[in-house]
C-alpha cells in the first residue's frame, strides 16, 4: 500500500466506551478479554482504561488490575488516560512495581476541552488551568520515556456553550502539540458535527499543527460520522478513533451516542485507496485489522453488557 494512504485505527472501545456504561460495574476480567481480542483482532492501539477519579467515573476504577491482566502483544499501544499528576503518578507506581518487557503501558493520553464551560464539567476547571496542568503531567511523562497524546474535547459544539470557535481550537490544539504530544485527537464529542464543518475546522487547525499530527475522534449522535471521517482523509488525516460495537456516550449530552463503530470504519474503507494498518497478517495483503473478528468482538461485548450493537456493519454481517 502507497504509505500516504496507510489509515491507523485508535480503538478506544475500552475506555470511552466503558467510562459511559450505566448500572452494575464492569468486572475487569471482561474488559481484559475484550482488550485481548481487540489486539488478537489486529489493532495497534487499544486504549485500555484512565487513572482518573473513580468518583467522577466508577467505571474506570480498576484500571491498574486491567493493564496488569492483559496479554501484551509486541507492537501494540495500550494507552491510559490520565487527568492530573496524581493519575501520572499512580501509573508510574504500577510501571515500577511491575517491570516487564514489554512494559504494561508506554502511553499516556491526556486530555483537554476548547470550553471553558465543558473543562469544568469535565475536568473541574477552566481551559487555561486544564492546559498548565496538562503541560506538566505531558512533561514528566516524557521524562518518564512514556510517549504522550492528546486530546481536544468539543470541536465542532459544546453542550453547554454551542458552537465552537475554530481559532480556539487551533490554539489549543498547537499548545498541546507544542507540550511535546506526538498526536492530537480532536473530539467532536457530542457527535452533532457535519462534514462541511469538520472541513472547515481542519483547515483553521492545520495552520497550528501539521496535519500528519492530527486525529479525528468522531462521536456518532447523528449518523454523521463516517462522512465526517471521507472529509478528514481528504484533507490528510489518517488516524481515526474509534468504538467496537459502537460503545459509549456522553455522560453531559443527553442522547449521544458512542464513538464512531470500529467495525463502520472498516468497512467504509474495504477495497478503496485506504489500507487500515493492524497486526494480522491476511494472505496475500499487508498486515491490517481483520474485519470480521471485530464484527464478532461487537456482538460478543454487546451481548455480555446487554447493550445494543450498534455497528450497522455488525447488524449486516450478522442479517447475512
Ligand atoms: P477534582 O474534584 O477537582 O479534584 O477533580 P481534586 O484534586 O479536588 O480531587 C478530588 C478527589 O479525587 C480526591 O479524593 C482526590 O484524591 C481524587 P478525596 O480526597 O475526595 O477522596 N483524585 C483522584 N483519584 C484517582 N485518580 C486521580 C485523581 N485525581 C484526584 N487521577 C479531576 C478533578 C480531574 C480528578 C476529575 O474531574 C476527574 O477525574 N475527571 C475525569 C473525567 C473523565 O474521566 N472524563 C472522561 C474522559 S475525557 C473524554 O471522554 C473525552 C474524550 O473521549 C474526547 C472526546 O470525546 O471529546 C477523550
Ligand atoms: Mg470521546
Not at 485508535?10 to 475484550?34: F, H, M, T
Not at 468518583?55 to 476504577?61: D, G, L, R
Not at 468539543?154 to 453547554?160: E, G, K, Q
Request: proline share 5%.
Amino acid at each position: 500500500p502507497d504509505p500516504k494512504n496507510i489509515v491507523n485505527l485508535v480503538e478506544v472501545g475500552p475506555r470511552d466506551g466503558l467510562q459511559n456504561e450505566k448500572g452494575a460495574i464492569i468486572p475487569v476480567s471482561l474488559k481484559v478479554e475484550l482488550i485481548n481480542r481487540l489486539a488478537r483482532a489486529g489493532h495497534l492501539n487499544v486504549e485500555a482504561g484512565s487513572f482518573v477519579s473513580p468518583k467522577w467515573v466508577p467505571q474506570m476504577a480498576g484500571t491498574a488490575e486491567v493493564l496488569k491482566g492483559i496479554e501484551k502483544q509486541p507492537g501494540v499501544h495500550y494507552a491510559v488516560l490520565v487527568p492530573n499528576q496524581r493519575g501520572l503518578d499512580h501509573l508510574v507506581e504500577l510501571l515500577d512495581a511491575n517491570p516487564s518487557n514489554p512494559p504494561l503501558t508506554d502511553e499516556v493520553s491526556v486530555f483537554v476541552a476548547a470550553t471553558d464551560a465543558f473543562s469544568r464539567a469535565n475536568t473541574n476547571c477552566t481551559v487555561a488551568e486544564s492546559l498548565e496542568r496538562t503541560a506538566v503531567v505531558t512533561r514528566n511523562a516524557l521524562d518518564r520515556g512514556l510517549r504522550v497524546r492528546g486530546y481536544v474535547s468539543v470541536v465542532i459544539r459544546c453542550p453547554f456553550s454551542g458552537e465552537v470557535d475554530a481559532k480556539r481550537v487551533r490554539e489549543v490544539t498547537k499548545e498541546l502539540y507544542d507540550m511535546g504530544c506526538y498526536e492530537v485527537s480532536l473530539g467532536d464529542t457530542v457527535g452533532l458535527g457535519r462534514p462541511h464543518e469538520v472541513a472547515a475546522l481542519l483547515e483553521e487547525v492545520k495552520k497550528g499543527v501539521p496535519v500528519e499530527k492530527l486525529a479525528g475522534h468522531f462521536h456518532d449522535t447523528s449518523g454523521t460520522a463516517i462522512a465526517n471521517i471521507m472529509t478528514a482523509l481528504e484533507h490528510g488525516v489518517r488516524t481515526f478513533d474509534s468504538s467496537v460495537g459502537g460503545l459509549g456516550g456522553c455522560p453531559y449530552s443527553p442522547g449521544a451516542t458512542g464513538n464512531v463503530a470500529t467495525e463502520d470504519v472498516l468497512y467504509a474503507l474495504q477495497g478503496s485507496k485506504y489500507h487500515v494498518a493492524g497486526l494480522v497478517d491476511v494472505p496475500g495483503r499487508a498486515k491490517t485489522v481483520d474485519l470480521e473478528r471485530i464484527v464478532d468482538i461487537g456482538w460478543w461485548i454487546s451481548e455480555q453488557l446487554g447493550r445494543e450493537n450498534i455497528s450497522r456493519t455488525g447488524r449486516m454481517v450478522k442479517a447475512r
